[in-house]
């Protein structure tokens, strides 16, 4: 249980955002960092957030997120990563997105794109772009996933490789520090896997929280990908491992 009224509030902040800081916290409460941090270390002995340093995240592991959660995790965030990833999708291009509430946020800034073939094993972003009278939209068949409108499996995979895309827009659950793109559902991976062979170039939108989290399965590494768009400062090593992979980060 939660023990005071702050700390729910923490919580909901932290949901809202992906994380918290304790010096921004002891700020917005007026109250000392030491406070801050019991209440952040009762909220983490509980299972309800995670310590980082300065401050805590939603937690993660082996275990998603659950989806409308994870939608309303750093929703400006994403919607700025967003609009920048839509801005390098030109008019008449072919694009696969995936599952994923920040493809999901891309999907919302295409909807003035003309003549767009997008393909998506995602239900939300097919009825997104549906507002779009000009996009042709194909859902590539497989197993719904209900909880988040997924579509994965065997047919899924065959389906997708049946295309060669101008862009594939991938999420994923974690990046982690050697630059691994990281997810929980091995169906997934293989869809999101066989879009990557068959693009041109590979987009990655991933916002900060994605840094602070772990998954167990390994999509690829950022040196399959074109461009990574996020709005988080990557740590020096990264950058640089990027810049030698050739990858261009795009901080918005």
């Not at 995790?73 to 509430?101: H, W, Y």
């Not at 393909?119 to 939209?137: K, P």
């Not at 997708?160 to 091995?186: E, R, T, W």
Request: glycine share 8%; charged share 25%; proline share 1%.
């Amino acid at each position: 249980m939660v023990s005071n009224f702050r700390q729910k509030e923490i919580l909901e902040l932290a949901r809202k955002d992906g994380k918290v800081t304790v010096d921004g916290l002891a700020e917005l409460y007026d109250v000392t960092v030491q406070t801050i941090r019991r209440d952040l270390s009762e909220l983490a002995d509980s299972g309800r957030l995670q310590r980082v340093h300065g401050g805590a995240v939603v937690p993660s592991g082996v275990v998603n997120i659950q989806y409308e959660e994870r939608r309303r995790l750093n929703e400006d965030g994403k919607k700025s990563i967003a609009v920048r990833c839509a801005q390098e999708i030109p008019n008449g291009a072919s694009v696969f997105m995936n599952i994923g509430t920040t493809t999901e946020a891309v999907a919302h800034e295409l909807l003035d794109h003309e003549n767009l073939l997008v393909v998506t094993n995602n239900l939300n972003i097919a009825n997104i772009l549906a507002a779009n009278h000009s996009c042709e939209i194909i859902l590539a068949g497989g197993v719904l996933r209900r909880a988040d409108g997924g579509i994965v499996g065997g047919l899924t995979v065959e389906m997708v490789k049946q295309f060669k895309f101008d862009y594939s827009v991938l999420g994923c659950s974690a990046i982690d520090a050697d630059g691994d793109l990281l997810d929980f559902d091995g169906q997934e991976i293989i869809v999101s896997s066989t879009a990557i062979k068959r693009s041109r170039k590979v987009m990655v939108v991933a916002d900060q929280n994605k840094f602070e989290r772990k998954a167990p399965l390994t999509i690829c590494s950022l040196s399959d990908v074109t461009m990574l768009f996020t709005d988080a400062n990557l740590s020096k090593q990264l950058v640089a491992d990027c810049t030698a992979w050739g990858t261009e980060v795009v901080v918005a």
